[in-house]
């Protein structure tokens, strides 16, 4: 099975300096930065079923990445 990457520096090469500045200026972004690479570290152990968690987690886990996803995305662009 082929696992997708989804860190934000390959999903948004565009805002690779805005995303370095953000981690290192602003506590927030940072503390939404490492959640969300927990999360998408939690779903790349799954898609590569080093860990069997149930479809609700999983479905849950993927929900928040997205959510994570879209509110660092915001911060980004604004």
């Known amino acids: ?3 997708e990457h989804h860190d934000l520096q ?3 090469p565009e805002f690779h300096d805005r995303i ?3 981690k290192t200026s602003n506590a927030h972004f940072a503390r939404l930065f490492d959640e969300y690479h927990e999360v998408d570290r939690q779903v790349r152990r799954i898609e590569q ?3 069997t968690p149930s ?3 999983t479905e ?3 929900m928040r990445r997205v959510k994570l996803k879209g509110e660092l995305y915001a911060m980004l662009r604004a």
């Open 20 to 22: 370095h500045a953000l």
């Open 10 to 12: 390959h999903d948004f």
């Open 55 to 57: 479809d609700a987690v």
């Open 1 to 3: 099975m082929t696992v």
């Open 49 to 51: 079923e080093i860990e």
């Open 60 to 62: 849950e886990l993927k």
